[in-house]
């Protein structure tokens, strides 16, 4: 846990965000929460190596510590994972079983989701994960309160890397429309950077 205080004490102090406590995942991982009303930058560290190498979500994040990325994933909420799944499975996408999560917070609430992993064996990928949350209205991470000193109100868009654009684009297409602002280069897979904006402008973190 002295990894994610460290952590979070790096973003106040370089961005002026605000990091809140989140709690322990069944699967060997632990997150500090940036919340930003609508969505939110999740702080997460790998607490139980050994159980690391038995879970996709918690390989990807000990992947990238070890390879010093930045960034090992991100997500994308749906309403409905199950049609999500079944459109996907429709057009040919090869996709491993919905996986459910849950943890609880500090002040005792649990919370609970399922997630559709889109990539196998946790390699970096532009591509996120899907998830569905099974909380009520007002308990999502996002939704927590915190007041950060540089402004910061939402994530505004995403930079994504693949080797080719192009067809990464064609799938992302096929997750969603416009709802999700991002740009695609050329480049290694996984997430170049996020721009978070501010009432003092935009804040790229890379």
């Given amino acids: 846990m002295a990894d994610l205080e460290q952590g979070a004490q790096r973003m106040l102090d370089e ?3 605000v990091a809140l406590p989140g709690g322990r995942h069944p699967f060997a991982t632990a997150n500090m929460i940036i919340p930003f009303g609508a969505d939110y930058l999740e702080l997460i560290a790998v607490v139980a190596p050994e159980e690391a190498l038995t879970r996709p979500t918690a390989l990807r994040v000990a992947k990238a510590v070890e390879e010093g990325r930045q960034f090992p994933a991100w997500a994308a909420r749906t309403d409905n994972l199950d049609l999500e799944r079944s459109y996907l499975l429709g057009r040919g996408w090869d996709l491993p079983d919905v996986t459910p999560g849950a943890r609880t917070r500090p002040d005792g609430v649990g919370l609970e989701w399922r997630m559709q992993e889109l990539v196998p064996d946790a390699r970096p990928s532009p591509l996120p994960f899907l998830i569905d949350w099974r909380v009520p209205y007002g308990r999502h991470p996002a939704a927590a309160v915190a007041e950060h000193p540089s402004r910061a109100r939402r994530i505004k868009s995403l930079t994504l890397s693949d080797p080719d654009p192009e067809a990464t684009r064609r799938r992302l297409q096929e997750l969603f429309d ?3 602002e991002y740009s695609l280069v050329r480049g290694d897979p ?7 904006g501010t009432d003092r402008g935009d804040m790229v973190l890379r």
């Fill in 15 to 17: 961005h002026g965000l």
């Fill in 178 to 180: 416009r709802d999700v």
């Fill in 190 to 196: 996984g997430i170049k950077e996020v721009v978070v």
